[in-house]
């Protein structure tokens, strides 16, 4: 089983819908979790970052942590073409944890945003 | 402009011919860290360095070799690269080493014929 899973997708949409990820994982020490964006030929970019469990909200996106359940979404509302990418998840154990340095990542859904 | 700097942009190479793809950041960044990118696999980490003369192993480290001699530069070598190290490759970097947020170079293509 792998540390985080994450569906591959891919994913279509038409422009102005709710777009749900996901990402569950298996290591209870993840303390850091993150969402990335990648455009085709591009390294990826820090989208959102959550630290334990909660919400965080920026913009037209919200990042959730459910801790007890090992579990990880993204919500991308009025969702527009320009969102058009993939999506990786990302967890690590952060400063202070054993696993200080590792970062691990899913595997990464597309997502298409039709006009 | 802050940036982790990739070179080269695409390699192709044939088995068992030693390459290095370097890697640079202007940002002053404790961290830096190796990843592969393969269909279906996502993004693994090959090795990490915390900080200078600090590295440590990742996921996927076997057949790849690292050094980090001065805070900017983490080049990744491949002594004897072989075809299953065919893959796109990303360096980045982050101020602390939680990995809050890491910068990404824009990839190498690596293809070992």
């Known amino acids: 089983q792998k540390e985080v899973e994450q569906d591959p997708g891919p994913l279509s949409v038409p422009e102005g819908a709710i777009v749900s990820l996901n990402c569950t994982y298996s290591?209870?020490?993840?303390?850091?979790f993150m969402w990335y964006r990648q455009y085709s030929r591009k390294g990826p970019e820090l989208l959102m970052y959550t630290y334990s469990s909660g919400n965080k909200e920026d913009g037209r996106f919200t990042a959730q942590v459910d801790k007890s359940s090992k579990y990880i979404s993204l919500f991308i509302r009025d969702s527009q073409p320009s969102d058009s990418a993939t999506y990786l998840c990302a967890m690590s154990g952060g400063r202070g944890s054993s696993n200080t340095g590792k970062l691990i990542f899913g595997q990464g859904t597309t997502l298409q945003v039709k006009p | 402009e802050a940036q982790v700097t990739q070179n080269p942009r695409y390699l192709i190479t044939v088995t068992g011919k030693k390459l290095t793809v370097t890697c640079s950041q202007n940002m002053n960044h404790e961290y830096m860290s190796w990843y592969r990118q393969d269909p279906g696999l996502g993004l693994r980490q090959i090795y990490y360095s915390m900080n200078v003369e600090v590295t440590d192993k990742g996921d996927v480290p076997e057949g790849y070799k690292v050094s980090r001699k001065e805070k900017r530069n983490f080049p990744l070598i491949l002594e004897s690269p072989s075809p299953n190290q065919t893959s796109l490759y990303f360096c980045a970097s982050s101020h602390v080493p939680g990995q809050e947020k890491l910068f990404f170079g824009s990839g190498t293509q690596l293809s070992v014929l």
């Open positions: 290591n209870s020490a993840f303390q850091y």
